[in-house]
């Protein structure tokens, strides 16, 4: 059976902060705090994931002192997708429940990217009533923003979480938003993700209100579609 998840990796992860806004991540001589914050990116995306935490850690205490509190976020944020690579979710739990405080308290549109990694982190340890709660956040921050593949990334993972969790009402409704968007967005895999969910999940069509059954030819592909 497929398992379908936000991302499997830093790389994955990272991948999703460029999307939704955070800065540049080349390397850079750690000369100051975006130095350290790029070269501990770096590190991660290599599997070095002590050195990385030590490089954002360096990176967090120049924030801190600068008073930069979206520095001190983002930086939060990083150390968080870590520990999750190196399955401390107690530890990535706290990183980006820091980093969303920051977030919510700049008002900053990041707070989409705490709310979906926390999400990850609930899922992985089995709270799947609060990895909902925290999709169900995003969603409502990304509803009508036009940006298509941030929305797709929430509604896909909200529609699996729901799923997990049982709540179908959530989960179908969702699913089919992220199959539309993939579509839209010409990624026929991850729509095909979110269809395949929706069989699983026994999600009524639109049209008729029966239970999405697998297509056997291309016409029934081109109706589910």
Same mark, same amino acid.
């Given at each position: 059976?497929?398992?379908?998840?936000?991302?499997?990796?830093?790389?994955?992860a990272?991948a999703?902060v460029?999307?939704?806004?955070?800065?540049?991540?080349?390397?850079?001589?750690?000369?100051?705090?975006k !130095?350290?914050?790029?070269?501990?990116t770096?590190? /991660?995306k290599?599997?070095e994931s002590d050195? +990385?935490? +030590?490089?954002?850690q360096?990176?967090?205490?120049?924030?801190?002192a600068a008073?930069?509190k979206?520095?001190?976020a983002?930086?939060?944020?990083?150390?968080?997708l870590v520990?999750?690579?190196?399955?401390d979710?107690?530890r990535?739990?706290?990183?980006?429940?820091k980093?969303?405080?920051?977030?919510?308290?700049l008002?900053?549109?990041s707070?989409?990217?705490?709310?979906?990694f $926390?999400?990850?982190?609930?899922?992985?340890? !089995?709270?799947?009533?609060r990895a909902?709660?925290? $999709?169900?956040?995003a969603?409502?921050?990304?509803e009508?923003? !036009?940006?298509?593949?941030l929305?797709?990334?929430?509604y896909?993972? $909200?529609?699996a +979480?729901?799923?997990?969790?049982?709540?179908?009402?959530?989960?179908?409704?969702?699913?089919?938003?992220?199959? +539309?968007?993939?579509?839209e967005l010409?990624?026929p895999?991850?729509g095909?993700?979110?269809?395949?969910?929706?069989?699983?999940a026994?999600?009524?069509?639109?049209?008729?209100?029966v239970?999405? /059954?697998e297509?056997?030819?291309?016409?029934?592909?081109r109706? $589910?579609?």
């Amino acid at each position: 059976m497929k398992k379908i998840t936000a991302w499997r990796t830093v790389g994955a992860a990272l991948a999703f902060v460029a999307l939704v806004g955070f800065s540049d991540m080349a390397i850079a001589e750690p000369t100051d705090a975006k !130095g350290w914050s790029q070269l501990g990116t770096q590190q /991660a995306k290599r599997g070095e994931s002590d050195a +990385a935490i +030590a490089s954002h850690q360096k990176a967090l205490k120049l924030y801190e002192a600068a008073g930069d509190k979206k520095g001190m976020a983002d930086e939060y944020s990083f150390l968080g997708l870590v520990y999750k690579d190196r399955s401390d979710l107690a530890r990535a739990e706290e990183m980006h429940t820091k980093a969303l405080k920051l977030y919510e308290e700049l008002r900053d549109g990041s707070m989409v990217a705490s709310y979906v990694f $926390l999400s990850v982190v609930y899922k992985d340890r !089995g709270d799947l009533a609060r990895a909902v709660e925290v $999709l169900v956040k995003a969603e409502k921050l990304v509803e009508g923003s !036009g940006k298509k593949e941030l929305m797709a990334t929430v509604y896909i993972s $909200l529609g699996a +979480a729901s799923k997990m969790k049982g709540d179908m009402a959530i989960a179908c409704p969702a699913l089919r938003k992220a199959r +539309a968007l993939y579509a839209e967005l010409g990624e026929p895999q991850r729509g095909e993700e979110a269809a395949d969910l929706m069989r699983r999940a026994e999600c009524p069509t639109e049209s008729t209100g029966v239970a999405t /059954a697998e297509p056997t030819d291309a016409e029934g592909w081109r109706q $589910l579609g």
